[in-house]
């Protein structure tokens, strides 16, 4: 009986490996496209990164980024819909990704004001228009243990949803630890979704830290990586988690974005097209109004819980 299955299996395999078709695939010609991310934030001044885009096999390293990607010359202009104007300057800062963005520090964002983004560079002008909304407050916030012996729990949440108005979200971590402190805010996934299914209900939702940068994984260990990778809190950790409220256009580039990372690199898929808010010649990226909260956890003891509202 041994001998039969090992003959049929190894005839399944020559059936398979007879049956392969060379399959041509054409990949599109490399398009250089100008990227822009921004954003304004309740309390908090605008933030824009412009910059060229790069193919994707490119090896990115500092050198590179300065010199080919990051666009130093470009005048960045926000205009609020209250009549302010700011020009941006190009400087350090630790709340870009890449640590340059061009920064304002006159106009400070406010829920219900629209911000109107204006970049010129290269002789050619990219615009796009963004506003904050209305901040939520959320219910509740703890640590989630699976059972008794669990000692590293995710965080969960009890939002109560406006059921007069259609609500767009997104929820983004920060850790700081003794092994784990991010600079950046991490986003969950989805990285954005709407209330169509909860609209005016009160939901339990999980909240995962999922989409850390890996810009600079490539100067981390092995045990930094695994560390930098953990959707899972340790003892010691303080946690954030900001809630924030976006508007639509900023919705839509976002829930692409998630579908990307969901879907993108599944060869049996084909990935969604990111939808974009800037508008000029052969330009993408997103200009995005935040309105904002943050909530703190703290993970001392193993003892469930953490610090609700």
């Not at 990607?69 to 302010?84: C, L, N, P, Q, R």
């Not at 983004?117 to 796009?128: A, D």
């Not at 997104?170 to 950046?184: E, P």
């Not at 579908?259 to 599944?266: D, R």
Request: hydrophobic share 35%; proline share 5%.
């Amino acid at each position: 009986m041994r001998r039969m299955y090992l003959f049929f299996v190894t005839m399944i395999g020559l059936l398979f490996v007879g049956c392969q078709k060379e399959i041509e695939v054409d990949i599109p010609d490399y398009q250089d496209k100008i990227v822009i991310e921004g954003s304004i934030e309740n309390g908090q001044p605008a933030m824009v990164i412009v910059s060229n885009s790069v193919p994707y096999f490119s090896t990115i390293d500092l050198d590179m980024l300065l010199n080919e990607v990051f666009i130093k010359d470009a005048v960045v202009t926000v205009t609020s819909s209250t009549g302010e104007t700011e020009q941006l300057t190009f400087a350090y800062t630790e709340e870009s990704p890449i640590y340059f963005a061009y920064m304002g520090q006159n106009i400070i964002g406010e829920p219900g004001k629209s911000y109107a983004l204006r970049v010129e560079y290269g002789g050619k002008v990219y615009t796009s228009q963004t506003s904050i909304v209305q901040p939520v407050a959320l219910d509740s916030v703890w640590l989630a243990f699976i059972d008794e012996n669990d000692t590293m729990p995710t965080s969960r949440i009890l939002l109560s949803d406006n059921a007069e108005t259609q609500d767009y979200y997104q929820f983004r971590i920060k850790i700081h630890g003794k092994d784990l402190t991010d600079r950046l805010w991490v986003t969950s996934m989805p990285v954005a979704f709407d209330d169509a299914t909860f609209n005016g209900k009160t939901v339990n939702y999980e909240i995962l830290r999922a989409n850390p940068s890996s810009l600079f994984m490539p100067t981390m260990t092995d045990e930094e990586e695994a560390d930098f990778y953990r959707i899972t809190y340790r003892p010691g950790d303080t946690i954030y988690i900001k809630t924030s409220m976006l508007d639509y256009s900023g919705y839509r580039f976002w829930s692409t974005i998630s579908n990307e990372l969901s879907f993108g690199q599944n060869p049996f898929m084909t990935p969604a097209p990111i939808i974009s808010n800037i508008n000029g010649d052969n330009a993408m990226g997103v200009w995005c109004g935040y309105a904002s909260t943050i909530d703190t956890l703290y993970y001392q003891t193993r003892q469930r819980g953490g610090r609700k509202r």
